[in-house]
């Protein structure tokens, strides 16, 4: 009796997690090709849709949501590419490739951010000439020329 009550009771414990996973994992495979597929012939919105459908039911899974950045910032989505960035990270911080384009979305956000700042000011202020240097050496550091 007692080992019936502990064999349903774990049935029971794999059908409750199982609840947690809508998709089957045939399903994930296939939904993950789709996501592929749809990256790969550059239909980045279709393409994240279905990263963050299998995003949402791997919950653990960093490389899910490293390709969910990517799409996103395919489509100009740069905060949410960087939220998904962020969270593969979470999941894996030795995720070389989710910190490679963090760090080029970045620095992408700098350029904007120097270039912007060239049409405003006047680099001949002596009390600007730091900020300059600094942003300047930035710039240099990382190979990335600002834009006019």
Not at 93 to 119: C, D, T
Not at 133 to 143: C, G, H, I, P, Y
Request: charged residues 20%.
């Amino acid at each position: 009796m007692f080992i019936r009550s502990l064999t349903l009771a774990g049935l029971l414990l794999s059908l409750a997690a199982c609840s947690q996973f809508p998709l089957a994992q045939p399903d994930l495979l296939a939904l993950q090709k789709q996501a592929s597929s749809a990256y790969a012939a550059g239909d980045y919105a279709s393409a994240s849709e279905g990263f963050r459908t299998l995003a949402e039911a791997m919950p653990q899974d960093a490389d899910v949501r490293y390709r969910l950045g990517n799409s996103l910032a395919q489509q100009k989505q740069i905060d949410a590419a960087i939220a998904a960035y962020r969270e593969a990270l979470q999941r894996d911080p030795k995720h070389a490739k989710a910190w490679h384009n963090l760090i080029f979305l970045q620095l992408e956000g700098v350029n904007y951010s120097v270039a912007e700042m060239y049409k405003h000011i006047d680099t001949r202020d002596p009390q600007i000439a730091p900020i300059v240097r600094k942003a300047e050496a930035v710039m240099d550091l990382f190979d990335v020329r600002q834009q006019p």
